[in-house]
């Protein structure tokens, strides 16, 4: 028995030391990589400051949305501002969301309006890979599903990052709230527990590479729901005369 239970006591050991050595080696990736990335993109950042205020000189340069991060903390999430001052609606953007400014609808197409959550990736509130950070309402309206996601720091890039990229166009509708929390909240949810459980150094290498290649190639990615395996999306050829309603690949996919 004595035996038994130092061998369970050792493995558990083992176990943590993993981990810790794994946290580590993560933060140190991250300092590495995103440092870098804003010095060199800090003339880009500079750039779209300005451009901000010229669009729109009533309100700040940066909006700061509140997110879960890791344990149930909650933080704020750094973006650039891309809606009018003042503007009212939806916790959620659409793609054509009237709400935006000019630059606005520039910087969720391209996803510039992103770029300051290397701040966040700094600070140690996110990481550079990781469960994309939701917002403590949705989070409240499904508590079991994300229990197990909440035990990974959240990313500027991920699986759910990758497989939802076009997330606006699917919110293009009048219920984007109601469509949202029905169709797409507990697919996210299920597929950043999958990189939870998955998680690993090679694995943020792996979808590191994807972002790249999809934000300087255009290309979509597809997620394997059960793997994680990353691939280029195939979309199928067009249906004539179909009824299907426009989000109805993606949310499948």
């Known amino acids: 028995m004595d035996e038994s239970r130092g061998v369970r006591r050792s493995n558990i050991r083992l176990r943590v030391g993993a981990r810790r050595r794994e946290y ?13 990335l804003l010095v060199m993109l800090a003339p880009v950042m500079a750039l779209v400051a300005v451009c901000i205020t010229l669009d729109d000189r009533k309100g700040g340069i940066f909006y700061r949305s509140r997110r879960v991060g890791r344990a149930g903390r909650e933080f704020p999430m750094l973006k650039f501002r891309k809606m009018r001052d003042g503007a009212i609606g939806p916790a959620l953007t659409a793609a054509s969301d009237e709400r935006f400014t000019r630059i606005g609808s520039f910087l969720a197409r391209t996803k510039l309006d992103e770029l300051p959550q290397l701040v966040n990736v700094i600070r140690g509130d996110m ?3 990781g469960p994309r950070p939701e917002d403590p309402l949705f989070v409240a309206l499904n508590p079991d599903g994300f229990a197990d996601v909440l ?13 939802f990229a076009k997330e606006s166009r699917l919110l293009n509708r009048p219920d984007r709230v109601e469509f949202y929390v029905a169709h797409l909240l507990a697919q996210k949810a299920s597929i950043d527990r999958l990189y939870t459980e998955q998680r690993s150094i090679a694995m943020d290498l792996r979808i590191l590479a994807w972002t790249a290649l999809a934000v300087f190639t255009g290309v979509d990615v597809s997620v394997d729901r059960r793997s994680g395996a990353l691939s280029v999306r195939r979309r199928p050829p067009p249906q004539p005369d179909t009824a299907t309603p426009v989000a ?3 949310v499948n996919a």
């Open 24 to 36: 580590l080696t993560k933060r140190i990736l991250d300092i590495v990589i995103a440092v870098p």
């Open 127 to 129: 990481s550079l890979v």
């Open 151 to 163: 035990r990974s720091k959240p990313g500027v890039t991920g699986l759910t990052q990758l497989a």
């Open 248 to 250: 109805t690949e993606e």
